[in-house]
């Protein structure tokens, strides 16, 4: 059996927390975007122009291995951030900023569009949907210095970039979190709602630890 959960969000919308609750909670193996860092995003934040590009292309080739063994991977698993938010949220921001040429964005759209004919979609897709104000407090809580001077005009660009890109996905199931006021880390509650809407979807594919 080979399921992939994938969980998509903004900026501090709980990705990492979720894919840890199902990996602790179900028979799930946990997969995280790649750890190496990109050796263009130095130059890219002197001068984001000049190498957005290359910064974006580095990204999406480095998330396109992570599907490869996502599909050698047999069993659930899940996926914090997928590919389809690399080209359709930030690379697009980039784009929309114009710090991505046309003639760019064209080559950038053709490696991205050949590598979703070689890849095998999610079987469910969870989206964390956040609010802004609630979105800048976590980031500013969980204290990572480069997220700390991320202006709020370009997160409201990314979060419209996400409400589009989910209205329109279609690769497969789709489940809606709303996560504002959601704790299911602690509160009973909310932790068997969001058991129970999770295994609605994959009822017969998710299984706890050890079943």
């Excluded at 080979?2 to 840890?20: C, Q, Y």
């Excluded at 263009?40 to 190498?51: C, E, H, P, S």
């Amino acid at each position: 059996m080979k399921k992939t959960i994938a969980i998509a969000g903004n900026m501090g919308s709980g990705k990492s927390t979720l894919v840890e609750f199902l990996h602790h909670n179900y028979d799930v193996s946990p997969f995280y975007e790649p750890n190496d860092e990109n050796p263009y995003l130095a130059d890219f934040y002197g001068d984001m122009k000049r190498w957005a590009f290359q910064s974006q292309l580095y990204f999406l080739s480095s998330k396109f291995r992570l599907h490869q063994e996502l599909d050698r991977h047999n069993g659930v698993v899940a996926l914090d951030r997928t590919i389809f938010e690399d080209a359709e949220i930030f690379a697009t921001a980039l784009h929309q900023m114009r710090k991505i040429s046309k003639r760019d964005w064209e080559t950038y759209q053709g490696f991205y569009h050949a590598i979703l004919d070689a890849i095998r979609p999610p079987d469910l897709m969870i989206y964390l949907r956040c609010s802004m104000r609630t979105l800048r407090q976590r980031i500013k809580l969980r204290g990572r210095r480069m997220e700390q001077d991320i202006p709020l005009s370009y997160l409201k660009r990314l979060d419209r970039n996400y409400e589009n890109w989910i209205a329109s996905y279609a690769m497969g199931e789709v489940l809606v979190l709303e996560t504002d006021q959601l704790d299911y880390i602690h509160d009973l509650v909310h932790r068997l709602d969001v058991m129970e809407r999770i295994e609605a979807v994959l009822p017969d594919e998710i299984g706890r630890p050890g079943c």
